[in-house]
């Protein structure tokens, strides 16, 4: 089944008209098309019963086109009004839907109202939990990718460790990184590169600076790459110099939440009970005030999506999820420590994706 038919039958299951896709994680999920729209309209407008088209700026035609959509292609043009395209191009199917299903998370109210406008008495329903519903069971083909990508954020950690030298800026080893990755063929991170030192490592989403790196410093990686239009997302921190006692203690108890999360990932298990298990460890040691976040996030299209590792999210792991564990220690007066993987649910157990070494590694001031 593909993802527009998948759409179908959840319209007509549901008696709803039309579907309009507009997220670009979205779009490129059904029709295959990545693209950043800016402010210009872009979507998928998805029929239960005709044919499925796809509305973007006219520019980007022969780029659908060459993405391997097998429907029509309609083009706007910057000096029209897209919503009037849209509206064209339902009538030339037929009656105006009475209802249709948009991602409520993502249109704006701007938009909305000029739904309304053009699509008078018509209803609008929620497509969110359908799309997530589709999106969290990775298939074959979306693994193989999330693999690769997740090979990549390995070597970028490895590439990270091998600038780190006494005096070097925090951004001198974010740009190292990228420029190496870049020559191996990566176009894009999955989000903006973290490379925090020292003090800075207490920060869960720091920005990288001009702080020179120095002896006894934690150094925090968090970063991902985008392999195929499918993101990784991974975290390591290690050690320049020999570490304080109060540093190990502290990497260590992230180490061993970290694991004790990984452990219980199987089918059937709830979202909640990973979260719980890894902040217990944490509490247990003394730094549950420290753990400020919950432990993960879904991980496919986009970097963060459905679902949600909380500790109160009742949601039932099943095979092909994939998201991260990522707990962390944040002591303003000591250091910081994330250690983060993405991880698969398997028939019986975890494919742990990410598999640079976990181990303190301490690097030669």
């Not at 098309?33 to 402010?39: A, I, R």
């Not at 064209?88 to 409520?104: C, F, H």
């Not at 679902?307 to 991260?324: A, C, D, H, R």
């Amino acid at each position: 089944m593909t993802k527009v038919t998948e759409i179908q039958s959840f319209l007509d299951e549901q008696h709803i008209d039309a579907a309009f896709i507009t997220t670009p994680d979205n779009v490129f999920y059904i029709s295959g098309f990545d693209s950043e729209p800016h402010e210009r309209l872009l979507g998928v407008m998805v029929f239960k019963d005709k044919e499925p088209f796809v509305i973007c700026p006219l520019m980007e035609v022969p780029d659908v086109l060459a993405s391997g959509w097998a429907f029509d292609i309609v083009g706007h043009e910057d000096t029209e009004d897209a919503w009037d395209v849209v509206l064209d191009a339902v009538k030339k199917r037929g009656a105006l839907p009475t209802s249709i299903a948009i991602e409520k998370s993502h249109l704006t109210v701007e938009r909305l109202e000029r739904m309304q406008t053009i699509f008078q008495n018509t209803t609008f329903a929620n497509l969110d939990n359908q799309l997530n519903q589709m999106r969290v069971i990775k298939d074959e083909d979306e693994l193989a990718n999330l693999r690769i990508a997740a090979q990549f954020a390995d070597k970028a950690i490895e590439i990270g460790c091998r600038e780190i030298a006494e005096g070097k800026t925090e951004l001198e080893i974010l740009m190292a990184i990228e420029f190496e990755l870049k020559k191996q063929g990566i176009q894009k991170m999955s989000f903006d590169t973290m490379v925090l030192s020292g003090p800075k490592t207490a920060s869960p989403h720091g920005t990288p600076g001009d702080r020179k790196i120095q002896k006894g410093d934690f150094i925090l990686f968090d970063l991902g790459v985008v392999y195929n239009g499918y993101c990784s997302d991974i975290t390591r921190t290690v050690a320049f110099g020999e570490p304080s006692d109060e540093h190990r203690k502290i990497y260590e108890t992230v180490k061993l939440a970290e694991q004790s999360a990984i452990e219980l990932v199987r089918p059937g298990v709830k979202a909640m009970d990973l979260d719980q298990a890894a902040r217990g460890v944490i509490t247990d040691a003394g730094y549950g005030q420290y753990f400020t976040h919950r432990l993960g996030h879904g991980l496919g299209i986009s970097v963060h999506e459905f679902p949600s590792i909380t500790g109160t999210n009742e949601f039932v792991l099943e095979e092909g999820m994939v998201f991260t564990i990522e707990p962390g220690i944040y002591h303003p007066e000591v250091t910081g420590v994330r250690i983060e993987d993405d991880v698969v649910v398997t028939k019986n157990g975890v494919e742990v994706l990410t598999k640079f070494p976990k181990e303190l590694q301490i690097i030669q001031a």
